[in-house]
């Protein structure tokens, strides 16, 4: 068998001049630990509201809740969807209004509802009957928008199912939501995040102005749709750029709505933080299960419960990068703790330099979006994943 040389596709996910960033503030650092650019993040901020002027943004805190990256977005005019109590809570002490926030998460208690409404929330969603009636009694007087079911065909880390309404039974609830006491406000759709297939926008578009149209019919004036998060980063799996997903996005919003476009919000998370974060990882341990196994058993100092359990059932494949020279050999990929499904990646191939060793660096790109706060508090002892900020 001819050995091909060891080939990272670089420029597509870093220049050398970043890389050489990262590797001088890796020196001397206990691996693993996540790197944050906040300057890619703002980056990609100014990025988004040029592209999509005309849209709202609310960042999906859930993405990368760190501190200095909610304050740095709270800076630049952002606006937040927070999931629970303990998002606003966080936001609240880092100073951001209330009016700036959504409660974008379906599944809410009355408590939390009555909790958020106190401290000056007006912006819930919605798709079921028993919500909104917890909404009505506890959150008076709120706009309601309300989250249409989507497939999440295309998606490599699927949002579907769980959240939202076919929309036979959002018209009802629209219907209701008057009688309740709040406002219908909008629609809002999430198609699944890292939704590679930018047609599914186009889909969730028609059915929200479909309805639009139906309950105009009952007098009822939506006036906003929110276009949820699913934009893609920069992970193996090619996605087209973002620059393509907002020009075709703006087209379809044009095809259904002309000249009467309503309110549009955004909620991006992946798209707008993950491209800014560096894990940066050890090999602990390269082994052979069997004399004559094709692969060996690459062993990092990271795994599905330190952060990335994104690689669950191989969804998300992230760009990972050994800088060494040497013959391209393929891997298995597994992570440190005692459990056997921790695993990263076993069917799809990762290739690395045949002289990598143990201790070598392993530097996984693409890291900055749901990786440090999936990390587990402490599992085999193990900390959560630390990060720092560049
Ligand atoms: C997680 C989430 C997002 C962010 O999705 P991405 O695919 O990471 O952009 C947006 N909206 C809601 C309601 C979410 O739950």
């Known amino acids: 068998m001819r050995k091909e040389p060891y080939q990272f596709p670089q420029d597509e996910f870093f220049s050398r001049d970043h890389f050489n960033k990262i590797k001088k503030f890796s020196r001397g650092k206990e691996t693993p630990f996540l790197i944050v650019d906040l300057e890619e993040i703002k980056k990609s901020y100014d990025y988004l509201i040029e592209h999509m002027p005309f849209a709202k943004i609310h960042y999906a805190v859930k993405a990368n809740p760190m501190d200095e990256v909610v304050l740095a977005l709270k800076k630049k005019g952002s606006n937040f969807d927070v999931a629970t109590v303990y998002e606003l809570n966080q936001l609240l002490r880092l100073g951001v209004e209330p009016e700036r926030m959504s409660y974008g998460n379906t599944i809410k208690k009355e408590k939390d509802i009555a909790y958020a409404y106190e401290k000056g929330m007006r912006l819930f969603v919605s798709d079921s009957e028993s919500d909104l009636k917890k909404l009505a009694k506890n959150a008076p007087g709120s706009k309601i928008f309300f989250r249409i079911l989507t497939e999440s065909d295309g998606a490599d880390w699927p949002l579907s199912r769980k959240f939202g309404a076919h929309p036979d039974i959002i018209y009802k609830l629209i219907l209701e939501t008057k009688k309740l006491g709040l406002e219908p406000y909008g629609l809002s759709f999430h198609v699944g995040s890292q939704q590679r297939d930018i047609g599914q926008w186009d889909n969730a578009i028609s059915k929200c102005k479909y309805l639009f149209q139906a309950v105009a019919e009952k007098g009822i004036h939506l006036k906003m749709i929110n276009l949820g998060g699913g934009f893609p980063a920069k992970y193996q799996a090619k996605a087209s750029d973002l620059e393509t997903y907002f020009k075709e996005i703006r087209r379809f919003l044009l095809e259904d709505f002309g000249d009467k476009l309503p309110e549009i919000i955004i909620e991006p998370g992946r798209s707008m933080v993950a491209n800014a974060g560096v894990i940066v990882s050890e090999v602990v341990m390269i082994s052979r299960k069997a004399r004559f196994n094709q692969y060996k058993w690459v062993y990092l100092d990271i795994g599905k419960f330190g952060g990335l359990i994104e690689t669950l059932d191989e969804c998300i494949k992230y760009p990972i990068f050994c800088d060494k020279k040497g013959c391209a050999e393929e891997v298995i990929l597994a992570g440190p703790t005692c459990d056997s499904m921790d695993i990263l990646y076993e069917h799809h191939k990762y290739s690395f330099p045949h ?30 994943l630390r990060s720092y900020l560049i």
């Open 355 to 384: 002289t990598m060793k143990e201790g070598n660096k392993i530097y996984i790109f693409t890291t900055g979006a749901y990786t440090q706060s999936y990390s587990s508090v402490g599992f085999n002892g193990f900390p959560p």
